[in-house]
């Protein structure tokens, strides 16, 4: 079993900057791949990136460019630094981390609303 733990969403202006994190624990040892995804109001949930245990990572591409993803494996802990925020970024974010074993887990969501 994996928990895991998000914070850093909130309220930003159009042009402003979040940074999320998410926190593992529990069989942390098997963790592999780690991600954020994001589901607005009558939106599919979609990926908004991902990174492999290696570092390499993924992005949807309305993100590119104004987003990263990073990872400290030491803390089996994710981060999204997200910069020049937009009003379509405006959602839930939620942290996944994939294991070695394919087992799939979920935060608990952190919304993130970017308006004037």
């Known amino acids: 079993q994996v928990q895991l733990v998000e914070s850093g969403g909130g309220l930003v202006q159009p042009g402003g900057s979040l940074r999320l994190s998410c926190a593992a624990s529990?069989?942390?040892?098997?963790?592999?791949?780690m991600g954020w995804y994001r589901q607005a109001p009558g939106k599919q949930r979609e990926l908004v990136a991902s990174?492999?245990?290696?570092?390499?990572?993924n992005y949807v591409d309305s993100v590119k460019g104004r987003f990263t993803i990073s990872r400290v494996n030491a803390r089996n802990t994710v981060f999204l630094q997200m910069n020049s925020l937009k009003p379509e970024d405006t959602a839930v974010y939620y942290c996944?981390?994939?294991?070695?074993?394919?087992?799939?887990?979920w935060g608990q969501g952190t919304q993130v609303t970017v308006s004037s």
């Open positions: 990174i492999t245990r290696d570092g390499s990572t």
């Open positions: 996944n981390v994939v294991l070695y074993s394919r087992a799939n887990y």
């Open positions: 529990g069989s942390i040892f098997s963790i592999n791949a």
